[in-house]
């Protein structure tokens, strides 16, 4: 799946270190049934590849990531790269696609009101 968003194979294998290789075909996937366009899936695509080296680097798994986890990798990321407002919300897709997949294990749910699960929902529709 990843090579719909890449012409060349260079570029995708420079995208498949790390922790994250076996997922990004699956993420490809899941971002082509979103109907992202080509650009905008190779960002996504080289972000989730970005933050597998990170984690390679840092000597983490798949399974230790989380949102504080996210924010320490942009962190670290804005040293070398000029911040996009995409990259958050692209990493909490990231992270929604690994959970729903069963790669990571899903947060528990903070609290059992009704009012928590829609305001919940309305702020995975909203990322």
């Known amino acids: 799946m990843i090579d719909q968003y890449f ?10 270190n790390g922790p994250l290789d076996p997922h990004l075909d699956g993420f490809a996937g899941f971002l082509s049934t979103q109907g992202y366009a080509k650009q905008s899936g ?3 695509i080289r972000l989730a590849g ?14 230790h990531l989380y949102e504080m986890r996210m924010a320490d990798f942009l962190k670290t990321r804005r040293k070398h790269h000029r911040p996009n407002a995409a990259d958050k919300p692209a990493l ?12 990571i294990k ?22």
């Open 7 to 16: 012409l060349r194979p260079s570029v995708i294998r420079q995208s498949r």
């Open 42 to 44: 190779r960002l996504r």
């Open 50 to 63: 970005d933050l597998s080296r990170w984690l390679e680097a840092k000597q983490l798994s798949v399974q």
């Open 92 to 103: 909490a897709m990231l992270l929604a696609y690994l959970r729903q997949s069963e790669v």
């Open 106 to 127: 899903s947060l528990p749910p903070i609290c059992n009101k009704p009012v928590d699960e829609v305001a919940r929902q309305y702020a995975h529709f909203l990322a």
